[in-house]
């Protein structure tokens, strides 16, 4: 194998790597969103396209800052972003709106 073909396939298996990283946390944003937002939101799919991409990671960013003042007018909403179940599933329920949003191939 040449150097460069041996080169090109590190490429190829570190891009791997990331894109497998990158979506890995789907199905437990999925489940996340389904027992958390559901309830307020409808199905992941209708709640997934309320926003792009790009604007779901806006309002994910900072730790949800964004996400988190939007909810703050609705006492039941503003109690649950306040918990550590948003904190500890926030990142998860990014990625599977991200995956699902409504600009995306899904
Ligand atoms: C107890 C009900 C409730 C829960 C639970 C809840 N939301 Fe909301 N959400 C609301 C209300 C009420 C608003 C404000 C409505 C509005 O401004 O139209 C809102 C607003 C939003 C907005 C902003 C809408 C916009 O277009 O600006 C997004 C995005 C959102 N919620 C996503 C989520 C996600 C994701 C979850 C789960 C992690 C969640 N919500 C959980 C009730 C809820």
């Not at 791997?16 to 799919?45: E, L, M």
């Not at 806006?58 to 006492?75: C, M, R, V």
Request: with cysteine; hydrophobic share 40%; proline share 1%.
């Amino acid at each position: 194998m040449s150097k460069i073909t041996l080169r090109f396939l590190v490429v190829i298996f570190i891009t791997n790597v990331f894109t497998f990283n990158a979506f890995a946390n789907i199905p437990k944003g999925q489940k996340a969103y389904i027992k958390n937002c559901k309830v307020c939101h409808g199905n992941g799919i209708k709640g997934a396209a309320m926003h792009t991409q790009v604007e779901w990671e806006e309002l994910f960013s900072n730790n949800g800052t964004k996400i988190k003042q939007a909810h703050q007018k609705d006492e039941k909403a503003d109690a649950f972003f306040k918990t550590e179940l948003f904190s500890i599933h926030y990142k998860d329920i990014r990625d599977f709106l991200l995956y699902s949003a409504s600009d995306s191939d899904q």
